[in-house]
């Protein structure tokens, strides 16, 4: 599934429309380069998912991990600065990733092999405002959240 988002408050919305459609338990790689839009999106989703305002969600690139709690708990992960599988596991992941809340992983693809999630939203800088936003299924959850999502958070 593809889309494009022309500003940061656009990419909001459809952060928050994701958000508000996610089931518990969910695992989501978040991919892009620096500036792609990955926290915004992730800002979002956070949003959707009822988390205070009061707590802004920015990228966890050196705590690795923010916790908001909202309808559903938001896990948000920034592997930027993370080097080894075994770091991964020190932050307690699997607990986290097979856990009632919705897991969000910034930088997934630097651990790609060894994540296993329901889908990956992968965000790419087109112009100064414009970003083109690729969304893939890996399984069935996935597949049925991104159907939900093409009718109703696609204009
Ligand atoms: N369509 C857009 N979607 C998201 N961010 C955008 C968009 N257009 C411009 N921007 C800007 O790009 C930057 C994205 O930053 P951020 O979300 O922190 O990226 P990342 O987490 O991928 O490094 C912000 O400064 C934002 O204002
Ligand atoms: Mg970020």
């Known amino acids: 599934m593809e889309t494009t988002?022309?500003?940061?408050?656009?990419?909001?919305?459809?952060?928050?429309?994701?958000?508000?459609?996610?089931?518990?338990?969910?695992?989501?790689?978040?991919?892009?380069?620096?500036?792609?839009?990955?926290?915004?999106?992730?800002?979002?989703?956070?949003?959707?998912?009822?988390?205070?305002a009061e707590t802004p969600v920015t990228s966890p690139t050196y705590t690795l991990l923010n916790i908001h709690l909202g309808r559903l708990a938001l896990y948000h992960f920034d592997l930027y600065r993370l080097s080894q599988v075994d770091d991964l596991a020190d932050l307690g992941y699997d607990e986290f990733a097979e856990g009632e809340g919705l897991t969000l992983v910034e930088w997934a693809d630097r651990m790609t092999d060894v994540l296993s999630a329901s889908l990956s939203v992968s965000i790419e800088r087109v112009d100064e405002d414009i970003r083109q936003f690729h969304f893939e299924a890996f399984d069935d959850r996935g597949r049925e959240i991104l159907d939900k999502m093409s009718r109703h958070c696609l204009s």
């Open 5 to 52: 988002t022309s500003g940061p408050e656009e990419t909001r919305s459809l952060g928050k429309c994701f958000g508000e459609l996610a089931l518990a338990g969910l695992v989501v790689l978040l991919n892009g380069d620096l500036g792609a839009g990955k926290t915004c999106f992730a800002q979002g989703v956070a949003m959707g998912l009822e988390v205070s």
